[in-house]
């Protein structure tokens, strides 16, 4: 198939991606600038289909959010409350368990497991938290803490990072999400989220994790004050991790969603924004594996279509969602296996359901089989 691409800029990528050569700072700049989606789009979806064919990959999945209560206070959160909020809420032990198993079949994989930094809540409550999964629901991956809260633990234990995630690896934690890398800027980062780890500290986190093993995926939280230099500059620091350590598994691009946060002021992302994130990440991350299009975020109908602009993953059946639905996410909190179908054969994709770690899954009934 054959492309018209009027921009001489465009044309010299183009030749780039399709000899398989990494694409320079400058290249993701120029990728960012432009406002040919087609032409994005079509240099994306060679890539995706070079590494993945006509699959996409989905996941029954379930959140839990064990408190929002946080010290940080980050502008561009509507989830986190002060501790004295009435509004504020942090499960006992006992109701995280009971929540786990809420509609529960054998059929969920994982449980995505993030909250808010909590002043009280100890390194040991989380490992028992843990534990307490792990014996009810054995065969469910847990997902769990984003390196910021992992940073949290560490300094309110007197721990390091690494002693932090040995000691919720040995209680059941199997991998970390992505969340809480925002932009690694520092410019940016003391205005969105001034008191959060910083991006060097994200990424150390991050370089730890993988040394010990465990997989995580990675973010970048978009649309807000950041310019297109500082979404490069990201995008590059998560290429330069991954060539070191191969253990990213999957990125996400987050539009910011402004309602009830003090950003409310900023408008919200645009269609065209969103895949365009898509499109440029695929393009620019050549070493990590999957780009999800978080269908909470993009909507279920902007996520399809990224399916043909360099997404590969779709994320899953999610059930009560928290974060974006606090800022005034319009979308459904969750979504039934057969529509994650639906959508992605409509979309002209071969659905293949997996688990976290991207082994396919088989299910007869309601009993499924991971297939290594
Ligand atoms: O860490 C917070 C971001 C993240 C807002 O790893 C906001 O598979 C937009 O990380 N507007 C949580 N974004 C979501 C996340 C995630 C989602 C799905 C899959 C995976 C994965 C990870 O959402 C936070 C923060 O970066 N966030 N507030 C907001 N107002």
Same mark, same amino acid.
Do not use: G, M, W, Y
């Given at each position: 198939m054959q492309i018209f691409i009027e921009d001489e800029r465009l044309k010299l990528i183009l030749e780039r991606v399709e000899a398989g050569v990494r694409l320079s700072p400058d290249d993701g700049l120029a990728l960012y600038r432009t406002s040919d989606l087609l032409a994005l789009g079509y240099m994306a979806n060679l890539v995706r289909e070079r590494m993945h064919g006509n699959t996409t990959w989905f996941n029954v999945n379930r959140h839990i959010n064990p408190t929002d209560v946080c010290v940080a206070s980050c502008r561009l959160c509507a989830f986190g409350k002060r501790a004295k909020d009435p509004k504020a809420y942090t499960m006992s032990l006992e109701q995280v368990w009971h929540t786990a198993g809420v509609g529960w079949t054998e059929a969920v994989t994982e449980f995505h497991i993030v909250g808010g930094l909590h002043p009280e809540l100890t390194l040991d409550w989380y490992c028992t938290m843990l534990r307490g999964l792990k014996e009810r629901f054995p065969q469910v991956h847990l997902k769990a803490f984003t390196m910021v809260e992992v940073g949290y633990l560490a300094q309110r234990s007197k721990l390091s990072a690494r002693e932090v995630l040995i000691r919720l690896r040995d209680a059941g934690m199997d991998s970390l999400p992505g969340g809480g890398a925002e932009v690694f800027c520092d410019r940016v980062r003391r205005i969105?989220?001034?008191?959060?780890?910083t991006g060097e500290e994200w990424i150390e986190t991050a370089r730890t994790a993988h040394e010990l093993g465990l997989h995580s995926n990675c973010t970048m939280l978009y649309g807000h004050i950041e310019n297109e230099e500082d979404r490069v500059d990201h995008l590059v620091k998560l290429r330069e991790l991954q060539d070191r350590t191969h253990g990213f598994m999957t990125f996400i691009p987050l539009a910011f969603h402004p309602d009830? %946060?003090?950003?409310?002021?900023i408008s919200k992302t645009t269609g065209f924004l969103d895949i365009k994130n898509i499109s440029v990440a695929r393009l620019m991350l050549d070493n990590i594996p999957h780009i999800k299009a978080y269908w909470i975020m993009m909507t279920p109908k902007v996520a399809q279509v990224a399916l043909r602009f360099g997404a590969d993953d779709i994320d899953g %059946? /999610? /059930?009560?969602?928290?974060i974006y639905h606090d800022a005034g996410? %319009? %979308?459904?909190?969750s979504l039934r296996r057969s529509e994650l179908l639906r959508l992605i054969r409509k979309a002209g994709r071969e659905p293949i359901e997996r688990d976290t770690l991207y082994r396919p899954v088989t299910r007869s009934e309601a009993t499924f089989t991971v297939l290594v």
């Open positions: 969105i989220c001034d008191h959060k780890i009830n %946060t003090p950003l409310q002021h %059946t /999610v /059930v009560e969602e928290k996410a %319009t %979308t459904s909190r």
